[in-house]
């Protein structure tokens, strides 16, 4: 279970290795690095594939999460990558994970190769949508999330 002291986060990743291009997973909100085993699986035959835990998600996570933005996943990412000695990546994000990677690309394009974004959007989610966002999160950080919400969401993405 490797980590990385990054930006002053203890940031949980799996690497595969190997010499071919880098392809790196961001998970969706309530998600951890595991969505994307079965992809890591397909194309570590040619590709180095990293996964990691964002702030406050999986093995990244903390007693109390302070709020953060996308953009500051996106510092995480690249300071990530430069701890891991990887110049240059494709990203895959999913959701959450494709929002902090369109970021990542506005603010350090010279690690970008290409995007693969998937169930995201550019631009900002529809403010009359915060409200239920907000207690979802507050909800969430207080309690953790019951193992009925994770289980449906297992069956959604899985």
């Not at 950080?141 to 193992?147: E, R």
Request: charged share 20%; proline share 5%; net charge negative.
């Amino acid at each position: 279970m490797p980590f990385a002291k990054v930006n002053n986060q203890r940031i949980h990743y799996e690497d595969s290795g190997g010499s071919g291009p880098a392809l790196v997973f961001s998970h969706g909100l309530l998600m951890d690095a595991t969505m994307f085993d079965p992809q890591v699986e397909y194309f570590r035959q040619h590709y180095r594939c990293v996964c990691w835990d964002e702030r406050g998600h999986g093995q990244t996570a903390t007693d109390r999460i302070a709020p953060f933005s996308y953009y500051d996943s996106a510092n995480d990412l690249a300071a990530l990558m430069q701890h891991l000695g990887i110049k240059r990546a494709v990203f895959a994000g999913m959701s959450q994970g494709g929002y902090l990677s369109l970021r990542l690309a506005l603010t350090h394009p010279e690690l970008v190769r290409g995007l693969i974004l998937i169930d995201t959007q550019a631009q900002q989610e529809d403010p009359s949508k915060t409200p239920g966002y907000k207690q979802m999160i507050d909800i969430w950080t207080a309690q953790g999330l019951p193992d009925a919400i994770a289980d449906t969401i297992a069956d959604i993405i899985l």
